[in-house]
Antibody, heavy 120, light 106 residues
């Protein structure tokens, strides 16, 4: 069974940093692209970042470029999202997602999400 | 950027009813449209991919149709366990989600 478990969320002040993790099981992590998707309170879902199966390619939405970094450790079957210079508009539940296949990057499986609150 | 307009936002129907939910893209997305279901307290689940392909394990009462800019998710006979929020995702050009439809039983 595919499982994605996020951690690392919480309350953080504006301008500070936070790192999210996503531990996966039930599939061969190194075969799939991964992504982070977020949902702000009372708002819709929003794609944040994608990383290829081997970590060689990364993609970001414009509003997080230069502030967020997606990465992965295939030996540990773990996905990360380093978030710097956080803003109030980054407040959201962050979901870890797995791609459908090694070359199809949309979101086939989702974690439960971890809440990030950016506030002073 | 491609915008996705989903309707209705809220839907109340009776068990056994045929239910339809719509997503409209701001430009042609071919058939690159998925539908997801999210029950309260659960992770989102993929129902339909590429407009009309049923994901493995999903009941056949769920179906998808459409191409270009207009897409529909249909539940042929609503069941109590279908209470959830449904949302669409376009993956023709990066990724954009619909705003969601909250479905309840009358």
């Amino acid at each position: 069974e595919v499982q994605l478990v996020e951690s690392g969320g919480g309350l953080v002040q504006p301008g500070r940093s936070m790192k999210l993790s996503c531990a996966v099981s039930g599939f061969t992590f190194s075969n799939y692209g991964m992504a982070w998707v977020r949902q702000a309170p009372t708002k819709g879902l929003e794609w944040v970042a994608t990383i290829s199966y081997d970590g060689s390619s990364t993609y970001y939405r414009d509003s997080v470029k230069g502030r967020f970094t997606i990465s992965r450790d295939n030996a540990k079957s773990t996905l990360y999202l380093q978030m710097n210079s956080l803003r109030s508009e980054d407040t959201a539940t962050y979901y870890c997602t797995r791609a459908y296949s090694s070359y199809i990057n949309w979101f086939a499986y989702w974690g439960q999400g971890t809440l990030v609150t950016v506030s002073s | 950027d491609i915008q996705m307009t989903q309707s209705p936002s809220f839907l109340s129907a009776s068990v056994g009813d045929r239910v339809t939910i719509n997503c409209k893209a701001s430009q042609n997305i071919n058939r690159y449209l998925n539908w997801y279901q999210q029950k309260l307290g659960e992770t989102p689940k993929l129902l339909i991919y590429n407009a009309n392909s049923l994901q493995t394990g999903i009941p056949s009462r769920f179906s998808g149709s459409g191409s270009g800019t207009d897409f529909t998710l249909t539940i042929s006979s609503l069941q109590p366990e279908d209470v959830a929020t449904y949302f669409c995702l376009q993956h023709n050009s990066w990724f954009t989600f619909g705003s969601g439809t909250k479905l309840e039983i009358k």
